[in-house]
């Protein structure tokens, strides 16, 4: 870690408003810290931030309800540049790689700057001066004036501020933080340069550009988006995939493969009419009842009303939680009631595990209302009856300035113990985990997951030596493969001890997309090969997304790993 001017590194000056911590003034940087030694160049009133990746840090943490941030500034190189501001846990971003303004964070997405031009005052190499203030629970971002918006923020704690060039170059004039109080950013900008060593050195593989282990189970068109699919293995070895068209929209696609993943075929016509009206991430279980009858279930967030042209539109939301089932290995199928408004989400099951007493236990995820919106919090459901009732849902997962999602629970290999991997929404850190070893009915406090374990939507299976292969879209901070569809190799012993020994990670496919894949299925074959499904951009082209099979085996990636 480096300071760069280590004179009055902190300028606590008691104000109105509290004290103040300087950054950056009349262009000298005099509170100002780069992660892993990133450093500025002085300009003619200005510094410039020299290392791209990098995030400079105003030297005080704001502590307290009320802050208020400063910024007089320019971005060369803005088009599609990505330079943004980090506010704690958000992320503002000037202008992404579609040219438009982007958020990370729950508060600020609420603002909705996904697909906005930004404004007229920031443009290619012009001055302009942004505002943060945070004053009666509200956020509010103002350019050269005037208000870019103004969203409810309930954070307890703002956290550090941070500017990043990224793809551009920052001038920076002025950089100034008001609050009640400061703390030093030391530890955060530690925290980060471990983790930057950790990303830098951690073990894996690439097998991304190895087409022949892949198969196209759906391939996109410039028109048509193919997403989320889950994947049940059957007894007689097929595997049956299920997926939605676009993003998070309407189920009925459907597809079979009897050869272990090499080949799949169309399988839509066997469900019924009413299955296209569910939307969302469908999720596919096979599940034993206390008869000892199997049943294949697909549950998803909402069943539309007939007149809904919108899937985003919440208000034509008919049903929560909708299902179709399948009493014979998935030959036919039929729909099933929904489980109804107790079950508002945002992904339906998004994994279950059969506790020791044959019962079956079910997390998912929602929001406010079920919109997909900050602060979102992990539900969890028991069925006793082999899928067709649940109880009442059980709040198990809520974290302040974290939004917890998409859950992802397994049996350790001794049979003892629950853990539940779950991402983060917020992308500023860490994935989360927790642990239960009374089948569910307490959870330990949610904690960081290790950092290769970082990222969305995790699945898995358990080796014959007791090793677990996980599956996700890697989001790990600083991640050399982040954005793709990973794998992690490990023992257990290592998630909960955050040990690195006897852990490596493969890249199985690259995103073209920058991130928007990794919503998998994973299977272990009875030959040793692992088979996982996913969604991911696979051509550099004018096609979106696909549903894609991978075929690997561990005793091959075990020898390859760097």
Not at 161 to 178: D, I
Not at 458 to 467: N, S, W
Request: aromatic content about 8%; proline content about 5%; glycine content about 12%.
């Amino acid at each position: 870690m480096k300071r760069i001017i280590c004179a009055s590194v902190l300028s606590l000056a008691l104000a109105s408003a509290g004290a103040e911590c300087a950054a950056v003034v009349d262009g000298r940087a005099v509170g100002l810290v780069g992660e892993n030694g990133a450093k500025v160049e002085r300009g003619a009133g200005y510094v410039t931030l020299v290392d791209h990746k990098a995030l400079y840090y105003a030297s005080g943490v704001p502590e307290g309800r009320d802050v208020e941030v400063r910024v007089r500034m320019a971005v060369d190189g803005l088009a599609k540049s990505a330079a943004s501001l980090k506010l704690g846990d958000q992320m503002l971003g000037f202008e992404g790689a579609g040219g438009t303004m982007f958020s990370n964070g729950g508060v600020l997405a609420r603002a909705k700057l996904g697909g906005r031009e930004p404004p007229a005052a920031i443009r290619d190499g012009r001055i302009f001066e942004l505002r943060v203030a945070r004053t009666g629970g509200r956020l509010r971002v103002s350019i050269d004036g005037t208000e870019l918006f103004d969203v409810p923020d309930g954070r307890r704690k703002f956290g550090a501020v941070a500017l990043r060039p990224w793809r551009g170059t920052m001038r920076v004039y002025e950089f100034s933080l008001k609050a009640e109080r400061f703390a030093s950013v030391d530890s955060l900008v530690a925290r980060e340069e471990e983790i930057a060593r950790t990303a830098a050195s951690f073990p894996w593989i690439d097998l991304s550009g190895d087409k022949a282990k892949d198969a196209i189970v759906a391939e996109g068109r410039p028109d048509l988006y193919q997403g989320h699919p889950t994947t049940a293995l059957l007894p007689d070895g097929r595997i049956i995939a299920v997926w939605c068209t676009p993003h998070g929209g309407w189920c009925g696609p459907a597809a079979e493969s009897c050869d272990g993943g090499y080949t799949w075929t169309r399988i839509d016509d066997r469900f019924p009419e009413g299955y296209k009206r569910h939307v969302n991430c469908p999720s596919i279980y096979r599940l034993v009842g206390p008869d000892g009858k199997a049943r294949l279930w697909v549950w998803s967030q909402a069943k539309m009303r007939p007149e809904a042209k919108d899937h985003r539109d919440h208000r034509e939301w008919g049903e929560a939680m909708p299902s179709v089932m399948s009493e014979d290995e998935g030959k036919t199928w039929k729909e099933m009631p929904a489980l109804g408004r107790k079950f508002l989400c945002i992904m339906a099951f998004s994994s279950i595990v059969q506790l020791k007493d044959g019962s079956y236990l079910g997390l998912y995820h929602t929001g406010p209302d079920g919109i997909d919106r900050s602060p979102l919090g992990v539900l969890q459901s028991v069925s006793k009856d082999g899928g067709f009732t649940w109880s009442e849902p059980k709040s198990v997962c809520a974290v302040e300035g974290k939004d917890p999602c998409e859950p992802y629970v397994f049996r350790s290999p001794d049979g003892d113990e629950l853990c539940c991997l779950i991402r983060e929404n917020t992308h500023t850190g860490c994935s989360l985990m927790m642990f239960s070893r009374d089948e569910g009915k307490t959870w330990s406090k949610a904690e960081d997951a290790p950092w290769a374990l970082s990222g969305d939507r995790h699945q898995g299976v358990q080796l014959p030596d007791g090793r677990l292969v996980i599956v996700f879209r890697d989001m790990a901070p600083k991640s050399p493969t982040r954005g793709h569809f990973v794998a992690w190799v490990g023992p257990y012993a290592a998630i909960k001890s955050k040990e690195t020994k006897g852990t490596y990670r493969v890249k199985l496919l690259h995103s073209y997309a920058g991130w928007d894949c990794g919503y998998p299925g994973i299977h272990l074959l009875p030959d040793g090969t692992v088979v996982a499904t996913t969604y991911i951009k696979y051509w550099n082209d004018a096609r979106k997304q696909s549903v894609v099979c991978t075929r690997f085996r561990v005793d091959e990636t075990d020898k390859g790993a760097r």
